[in-house]
């Protein structure tokens, strides 16, 4: 039976899932820049969302090329989307002061028109979504879930019997190394290529959609990444294992007999499409000025006042055996500072290696954003000191916490949640080429009690 089940691709993470009766539109990012300035589209400005057909928009979360408002604004009437429950809820008051939103928790399936839907919530932000479409067929966005953590590829396996369609993120998409260090972005590109397979092991799907993945770093600080593009090495690597779809701009796949297509014609222009626009790329972004020295003190001063309004300093100070401080080398004013987390001082370091090297005006939004920490480490307009570069993760770690709802006091956040930093990207790639650098980590994660 033809049910008309089928999957347009728009750019990067946005793709149209349609039953025929029922469009869901999700992720749709198609103008403006991601990331503090940090990241561009290769296709830019491919679609106009006040243009296209959906019934509903479901966002994975929050990361601006996911949750872009700069598209969202493209939208020329009230709109139903489709969200994560969160804790804070702040895009869900976003979105509704103008559209309908429906909150799914982890797990929950809900119909939304003939497409059963059912969400999986992913490593504290992120979302996956299982679409069942009628006749059958069934599609799993995984977009940049890390489906090997806290059993989640296990969990969804576990309530589908065929996945007809997985899409997913092919490339790394964060900090992969200072200038100069190849080892570093040679592993991180492994990692991720090794979680694929992992992945397709665990789902065994008659194809993938490799997506997720077509933007370049295109801010002056970190434009140095962009020698590095991995579709044609994925696309070699896994090939031998799996049927791969690579899309470009309004490619559709059909779901119905996706069995036997073959997409060999379709992959190889898709590969040469994304391939000229990555070597025609330019520098897009720049600093726009360096914050004063004062002016950075007085932003240190918020921050650290809005650190501890939102959370319990006694608490905090109790159940550390030291000071959290940070030494930050602010390229543009050439002067190094350490700071200190629980008595807000800011001085000026002469002596010693800084944990950080980073912008004037990095460093204030840093202070400004408490999804700063998240957004740098995804930018990467920041080089590290390798073996002192947990202090950096350490440092910001509660008031990024604070970002999705989480607070440091007794029965929520605790220093023990703090290990959580050695897992990410970032610190995991330096403890692999940086001999010391894990137990230095570990030595300063044990100046912290877990109560």
């Not at 990241?39 to 679609?47: G, I, K, M, P, V």
């Not at 589908?160 to 200038?179: C, H, I, K, R, T």
């Not at 959370?311 to 190094?336: F, K, M």
């Amino acid at each position: 039976m033809n049910t008309a089940a089928r999957v347009r691709f728009l750019n990067h993470s946005c793709l149209s899932v349609s039953s025929g009766a029922t469009t869901i539109l999700c992720d749709p990012w198609f103008t403006g820049a991601a990331f503090d300035n940090g990241w561009r589209l290769l296709a830019e400005n491919s679609h106009d969302l006040g243009d296209q057909a959906y019934d509903y928009i479901w966002l994975s979360h929050e990361h601006p090329d996911h949750f872009s408002i700069a598209t969202l604004r493209q939208i020329r009437e009230p709109a139903r989307f489709i969200y994560q429950r969160t804790a804070d809820g702040k895009v869900k008051d976003y979105l509704s002061r103008t559209h309908q939103v429906c909150e799914l928790a982890d797990c929950e399936r809900r119909a939304f028109g003939d497409i059963d839907s059912q969400l999986y919530l992913s490593d504290g932000y992120d979302s996956a979504m299982l679409f069942r479409l009628p006749g059958g067929r069934t599609i799993l966005n995984l977009n940049d879930c890390r489906a090997e953590l806290g059993g989640l590829a296990e969990r969804i396996a576990a309530e589908v019997e065929q996945v007809d369609l997985l899409a997913v993120q092919f490339s790394y998409a964060n900090w992969a190394g200072n200038p100069g260090d190849a080892a570093i972005p040679a592993y991180q590109h492994d990692q991720v290529v090794a979680r694929l397979e992992r992945t397709i092991e665990v789902f065994r799907p008659k194809a993938v959609l490799l997506f997720a993945s077509y933007v370049y770093f295109s801010h002056e600080e970190n434009f140095f990444w962009n020698q590095h593009f991995w579709l044609q090495q994925v696309v070699d690597r896994l090939g031998g294992r799996v049927k791969l779809i690579v899309p470009k701009p309004d490619d559709v796949i059909e779901l119905d007999g996706i069995e036997t297509a073959d997409f060999s014609a379709r992959n190889a222009a898709a590969i040469s499409f994304w391939t000229d626009l990555h070597d025609t790329r330019v520098v897009a972004d720049r600093a726009t000025g360096a914050q004063s020295l004062e002016a950075l003190r007085e932003q240190f001063q918020a921050f650290h006042a809005a650190m501890w309004r939102d959370n319990d300093l006694a608490h905090a100070g109790a159940t550390s055996r030291g000071p959290l401080e940070l030494t930050v080398r602010i390229g543009d004013l050439d002067q190094t500072v350490k700071l200190e987390l629980f008595s807000g001082a800011m001085s000026e370091a002469a002596d010693g290696e800084p944990d950080v090297d980073l912008s004037s005006e990095t460093l204030a939004m840093l202070f400004k954003s408490r999804f700063g920490r998240g957004t740098l480490t995804i930018n990467g307009r920041v080089q590290f000191n390798y073996p002192t570069a947990h202090r950096f993760f350490g440092f910001f770690f509660v008031f990024y916490a604070n970002n999705i709802g989480r607070r440091l006091k007794p029965g929520d956040l605790s220093w023990a949640d703090m290990r959580s930093i050695a897992k990410t990207a970032v610190l995991d790639s330096i403890f692999q080429t940086t001999p010391g650098a894990r137990a230095a980590c570990e030595a300063y994660l044990d100046g912290f009690i877990a109560a």
